[in-house]
């Protein structure tokens, strides 16, 4: 059974198709990825399914649930987080204050609860404090959970996002090119942080330009052109698909390697 579905998924900006009728099917668990070159409708797609933007068409189904139209908010509250491509962290706040601020999916207590401060409030409150170390444990920036979070390196600071994605213990989790900027060694153990998540038993959906990050990733990649979804598959057989191969190098250097590997 698939965790996420998408049938006919369109989105229109007057005469641009930024994502044109895609079907996914992601079933639950493992580490899957969506590729394209620039321009091919990836982060529109990830906006389209974290609810930042409604569809034109089609329709998104997530555990079960027809979420096509919920607001961002309600479909965070079924297990739904994600990351972004720039950072979006609070400077000021610390590192364990910013994780909180992503544990509002997991919080019930009504207002008079909490202007109150009612036992049911602070119940929550302190499981929300142990589930962000938990979260900052995982990605190994317990150390600082006191410190300002513009007190820390490019990398922790992508880290530090992914620990407030999942705070809430989300079912799904979409990353947004979660290594751009980062040097190998942090790649490296990028890639050993995003295996860890989804031993957890969260799934992860990644958009990245690195090809070797994806490569040695996935267990499964959607492949994106024009907005339109051209290839899934492994990722040995999303290398040697002539159209994945004409989508990044284009027909003519695609036709010349191809001729060059059929000559020897």
């Known amino acids: 059974m698939s965790l ?7 989105r229109r900006y007057a005469g641009l198709i930024a994502v044109d009728h895609v079907d996914l099917d992601i ?11 620039n321009g091919a409708g990836k982060t529109t797609l990830f906006n389209l399914i974290s609810g930042l933007v409604m569809p034109s068409e089609g329709s998104i189904t997530f555990a079960g649930t027809d979420v096509s ?10 297990g739904m987080a994600r990351t972004f491509q720039n950072i979006r962290i609070f400077g000021a706040m610390t590192v ?3 994780v909180l601020t ?3 999916p997991a919080l019930h207590a009504g207002l008079a609860s909490v ?3 009612l036992p049911s409030f602070r119940i929550e409150e302190r499981q929300a404090v142990a589930r962000a170390r938990a979260a900052l444990d995982l990605v190994g920036l317990t150390s600082r959970a006191g410190e300002p979070a513009s007190a820390l390196a490019y990398g922790d600071q992508r880290r530090l996002e992914i620990a407030r994605a999942i705070g809430p213990q989300p079912r799904l989790l979409l990353l947004d090119e979660p290594a751009a900027g980062m040097n190998p060694a942090e790649t490296i153990a990028l890639a050993d942080l995003v295996r860890t998540i989804a031993k957890t038993g969260v799934t992860v959906i990644l958009v990245e330009h690195d090809m070797g990050f994806v490569m040695g990733l996935s267990d499964s990649v959607a492949v994106l052109n024009f907005g339109r979804r051209i290839f899934t598959g492994t990722p040995a057989a999303v290398r040697s698909d002539p159209a994945v191969v004409e989508a990044y190098l284009g027909a003519r250097l695609a036709a010349k390697l191809k001729a060059q590997h059929d000559a020897q």
Do not use: K, Q, W, Y
Request: net charge positive.
């Open 4 to 10: 996420l579905t998408t049938r006919g998924l369109t």
């Open 27 to 37: 079933p639950e668990g493992g580490i899957h990825a969506v590729i394209g070159p």
């Open 69 to 78: 139209t919920l607001p961002s908010f309600r479909r965070a509250s079924l």
């Open 96 to 98: 364990l204050e910013n």
């Open 102 to 104: 992503g544990m509002h």
């Open 115 to 117: 202007i109150f401060r």
